[in-house]
């Protein structure tokens, strides 16, 4: 059993944030591997812009020669929405401690998680930064020096800002999509 960083979220595009994210937790050395799960489909969201399969196979193009980082299909398995605690529940019977690795920006909605006090008993938080929001001190900080949203990406498109591993195709999907 080992000690993970549980990374969830859309990835919807994976962009260098994300990546950024990957590579300052490879660094702390109480984490044993980095478990990335795309969502099915993020329970505070009605719909996804790409596939929870694209999603996963340009998060597995992206890290594939990361060691140490595991892309975990269990919630686009499930085809609907699975919360944290799920996730959380599912990969405790694998490992043994489970760090959660959150943006800063999911701060404020924190206690509106489905049973967010008993994922709290069950994880170590950790919060990337963002945006110069705040991070209380009972979280861990991980400083990220990478501004940059998903939702702001799929505005513009900036290639600069998406892994070069899958920049043309990923540009390629939301421009084809938007038009």
């Known amino acids: ?6 990374f969830g979220g859309s990835f ?19 984490i044993d591997k980095i478990v990335v799960i795309p969502t099915f489909l993020n ?7 790409a596939s929870g399969n694209l999603r996963l196979k340009w998060l597995k193009t ?7 980082v595991e892309i975990n299909d269990y919630e686009v398995q499930q085809n609907r929405a699975v919360t944290s605690l799920e996730t959380v529940k599912y990969l405790q019977k694998r490992y043994k401690k489970i760090y959660l690795v ?9 206690k509106n998680w489905k049973n967010f006090n008993e994922l709290e008993q069950l994880v170590t938080f950790i919060v990337a930064s963002r945006n110069d929001i705040n991070i209380p001190n009972r979280f861990i900080h991980l400083n990220i020096d990478e501004e940059i949203s998903s939702s702001k990406l799929r505005k ?4 600069s800002k998406i892994p070069k591993e ?6 390629k999907y939301y421009k084809e999509k938007n038009e």
């Open 156 to 159: 513009d498109m900036q290639i």
């Open 62 to 68: 992206i890290f594939k020669d990361f060691k140490n």
């Open 12 to 30: 919807d595009p994976p962009h260098i944030g994300h990546k950024a994210i990957v590579e300052a937790l490879l660094k702390k050395e109480y």
């Open 166 to 171: 899958c920049a043309v195709e990923i540009k």
């Open 43 to 49: 329970p505070f969201k009605s719909s996804s812009y």
């Open 1 to 6: 059993m080992e000690t993970i960083a549980l």
């Open 102 to 110: 959150i943006g800063a920006d999911n701060l404020s909605s924190l």
